[in-house]
């Protein structure tokens, strides 16, 4: 249950002061001794704390996915291994493993999809990240658009897609190599594009530094940069701005 629910319960003498005490301790975070829980960041931010499950142990893993479930809350977990996904089976019968964009999650809580991201590849090897993107923008609430191997060395495949981008609260544009894809989408569009770069690509690419900096050094308008390989960051700052725009009746798709 959030704050606000328990507030509730409380007024309408569902729950007792004593069971919502009980309930309020843990906040506004719980100490597991090897993790504290920020059971207050939807409280603050609208979203809800999300588990980096690289370098955790399964172990680990589990037992907080478990401690946030119990609050009934939906939780999100990005870099996930299959090992750390059948941990976390184990407590919670219900959780969802995306292997490509190695997501893991627990939605008890599902509400229709609304807005719209678009989420762009350069190149189907771009997949990883985007889906990372894709899923993280779906699990915060946004209806996601997938648009994939639409790079500029054919670039009549990103033209076709041009009406369909121009229906979107946001863009993610995500390529590796030379990274020229968020460039030229942003020059097609009046909407906002956040450029992924990806460490696909042979040597001189630096393992996405060449996209990057090729990102970083565009002269079209609208368009931010997350870090290399950052698909959670796009898809959660996507579904930032497509609930803004949907709040603000200012998008196309509401």
């Known amino acids: 249950m959030e704050v606000k629910e328990v507030l509730e319960k409380v007024r309408n003498q569902e ?5 919502a005490q009980e309930y309020l301790k843990s906040l506004p975070y719980e100490d597991m001794g090897f993790a504290k829980l920020d059971h207050h960041r939807k409280l603050r931010s609208g979203f809800g704390e999300v588990i980096y499950c690289a370098g955790k142990t399964k172990e680990q893993v589990a037992r907080i996915f478990q401690a946030m479930a119990d609050k009934e809350t939906d939780v999100l977990g990005t870099r996930a291994s299959r090992e750390q996904f059948e941990a976390v089976r184990e ?24 807005g719209m991201v678009a989420v ?47 229906k979107a609260n946001c863009i993610l544009a995500i390529a590796g190599m030379e990274g020229a894809l968020a460039t ?39 368009l931010a940069v997350v870090n290399i390989d950052n698909g959670f960051g796009a898809g959660y700052l996507g579904a930032q701005i497509n609930r803004l725009a949907l709040r603000g009746g200012t998008g196309e798709n509401r």
């Open 91 to 114: 407590l919670l019968p219900d959780v969802e493993y995306f292997e490509m964009g190695r997501i893991l999650w627990v939605r008890r809580n599902k509400k229709e999809p609304e």
């Open 15 to 19: 729950l007792s002061i004593q069971e």
């Open 184 to 222: 030229v989408t942003a020059g097609l569009v009046d909407r906002p594009v956040i450029a992924v770069p990806t460490s696909v690509g042979y040597g001189a690419s630096f393992g996405g530094l060449s996209a990057l900096l090729t990102m970083l050094n565009s002269c079209a308008e609208g």
């Open 120 to 166: 762009c590849t350069g190149g189907t090897s771009d997949m990883p990240v985007a889906e990372e993107a894709a899923l993280t923008a779906e699990f915060f609430g946004a209806r996601v658009e997938r648009i994939y191997d639409v790079g500029v060395a054919g670039i009549h495949r990103l033209l076709d897609q041009t009406e369909k981008l121009r």
